[in-house]
């Protein structure tokens, strides 16, 4: 089967650092995705990572590591704004369909 | 155009009733995928069109579900006979071959169902 898990939720506080985690088991695999919804909004893409390592941009940074099954998306000095939920999402690579994880509702408290 | 676009926003129909939802994707975009999210949920796939090839038809729900993509423009979602659970958000989507890690999605349509 083809399933990928991050925690429902996960509450930090203002200014702090907080990781969001996704471990994946796909029958193939091209790379891990990160998407940010905020509450009534759409989806929308933050980071890609097809190698293992950490991706940098801004404040977010995205971390692979295949031969874990494992990726992990970074928050740094976190804002009241990043509240929203998080979906990883793998790409198999067979019909370039993504697989999505349930996402991770982030709760940051002043 | 610039963004994925969709319509109506919102639609409140009466159980039972057909209802019709538009996706207009990017231009130049050969994917496009139907997603349906229920409040606090995750996204549900329903379906997904590449270029000319056939549908993938894996994530619709039941027969009375439908979707058409005209080459590689505009797509409609036709819900029959609608039921109360149907009531939900379909966002639809669109890719690139090239970034189909990168969707872009429209702001999707709230569909209610009473």
């Known amino acids: 089967g083809q399933s990928l898990e991050q925690p429902s939720e996960v509450t930090a506080v203002e200014g702090a650092i907080v990781q969001i985690n996704c471990t994946y088991q796909?029958?193939?695999?091209?790379?891990l995705s990160w998407y940010q919804q905020h509450d009534g909004g759409a989806p929308t893409f933050l980071s890609y990572?097809?190698l293992d390592g950490l991706e940098e941009t801004g404040r977010f940074s995205s971390f692979l590591s295949r031969s874990d099954s494992y990726g992990y998306l970074l928050l740094q000095e976190l804002q009241m704004k990043d509240s929203a939920s998080y979906f990883c999402?793998?790409?198999?690579?067979?019909?370039?369909?993504?697989?999505w994880g349930a996402g991770t509702k982030l709760i940051i408290k002043p | 155009g610039a963004g994925v676009s969709q319509s109506p926003s919102n639609k409140v129909t009466e159980k039972g009733k057909d209802v019709e939802l538009r996706c207009d994707p990017i231009?130049?975009?050969?994917?496009l995928y139907w997603y349906r999210q229920r409040l606090g949920q995750g996204l549900e796939f329903l379906i997904y069109?590449?270029?000319?090839?056939?549908?993938?038809k894996s994530g619709l729900p039941s027969d009375r579900f439908s979707a058409e993509r005209t080459g590689e423009s505009v797509s409609t979602l036709t819900i029959q006979r609608t039921q109360q659970e149907d009531s939900a958000v379909y966002l639809c989507?669109?890719?690139?071959?090239?970034?189909?890690?990168?969707?872009?999605f429209g702001s999707g349509t709230r569909l209610t169902v009473v």
């Open positions: 989507a669109s890719s690139s071959v090239q970034g189909a890690y990168g969707y872009t």
């Open positions: 231009s130049g975009h050969t994917a």
């Open positions: 069109f590449q270029g000319n090839s056939a549908p993938d």
């Open positions: 796909t029958s193939g695999f091209y790379g």
């Open positions: 990572n097809a």
């Open positions: 999402a793998s790409l198999p690579g067979s019909n370039y369909q993504l697989i």
